[in-house]
């Protein structure tokens, strides 16, 4: 998006450095250039004192611009534009998630697979830029990534839902990259799993996002091998593990439910993993450890 004046916005800026968007934005806010409220970006002190100011316009209200001879800068000329990324870099851009989601998520996508040598490229990869690399010290097989890759659409929308944070422009706009944008609708996926399942509260997407991405068949809203009818949020075959989420809040007749399905699991001996609401932030944490216990490596 050019500005006038031979002013430059940050999107255009990182066109003429040659980097991707998101790392200049992520560049600026690490020097103290820039700071994120919670709807936009905002130009610190140090910012406005390396010439940074605002523009309106009609299409895109108020952003910041940078004077065209910024490029210039030592601190930014110094910027490595070919420099590749991996799973675990990526985290930068998304720091809500950890870089064994990334890499699920980017296999979900098709670009790479998981094999007992590590992360395998795909054919699909390979065409986004993707380098096969083995690790030195173990041996292990990853992928890299053109920095590229994390102004990619795709990649935006789909690690953006992971870590709840869906860029709120259309895909063709070139509206500043919002790095730690809330989503439009806070309820617009809730009951959305990225299967299609549909679940019934927040805390069960997740859960149900983090099997899908483990490559793990489950069902939702299963009944236990009771005459009574009893039903778990989830069950995963391989395993024969059930799955209950538990909200801060419960009314009591779901209180005297709850005691009543862990009654059932201790007396038929059924495998079971409670997550509680407090949990949420560390589901890959919670239920790579709780399915371990079972014998299940994700």
């Known amino acids: 998006m050019p500005a006038e004046d031979d002013k430059l916005s940050t999107t255009a800026l990182a066109r003429t450095l040659d980097i991707p968007a998101q790392q200049l934005f992520a560049t600026l806010k690490d020097y103290g250039w820039i700071k994120r409220t919670e709807t936009s970006w905002v130009l610190t002190p140090k910012g406005e004192f390396e010439g940074g100011s605002y523009q309106t316009s009609k299409r895109y209200g108020s952003y910041i611009v940078w004077p065209a001879t910024l490029e210039q800068h030592p601190l930014l000329a110094a910027i490595e534009s070919n420099q590749r990324i991996t799973a675990a870099a990526m985290c930068l851009y998304y720091p809500r998630l950890h870089a064994r989601q990334i890499n699920r998520a980017l296999a979900e996508l098709g670009l790479q697979h998981h094999s007992i040598l590590g992360w395998e490229l795909t054919l699909l990869g390979r065409t986004w830029g993707g380098l096969q690399e083995e690790s030195t010290s173990s041996g292990a097989f990853y992928v890299t990534w053109p920095n590229e890759i994390i102004d990619n659409p795709v990649v935006q929308r789909e690690l953006g839902r992971h870590s709840k944070q869906i860029p709120a422009k259309d895909s063709t706009d070139e ?23 549909r679940l019934q509260s927040y805390l069960q997407t997740g859960v149900c996002n983090w099997l899908y991405l483990a490559q793990l068949a489950h069902a939702c809203h299963r009944a236990l091998p009771t005459e009574e009818l009893v039903y778990a949020d989830f069950y995963v075959p391989t395993g024969n593990i059930y ?3 538990w909200e801060v809040e419960a009314e009591p007749g779901q209180l005297s439910g709850r005691f009543r399905k862990r009654e059932l699991y201790r007396e038929l001996d059924l495998r079971h993993l409670e997550i509680n609401a407090s949990d949420n932030d560390k589901l890959d944490e919670v239920l790579s450890r709780g399915l371990l216990e079972f014998g299940i490596r994700c």
């Open 243 to 245: 799955i209950d989420c």
């Open 175 to 197: 509206v500043e990259p919002d790095l730690f944008a809330a989503p439009a609708s806070a309820a617009a996926d809730l009951n959305d799993g990225i299967d299609g399942h």
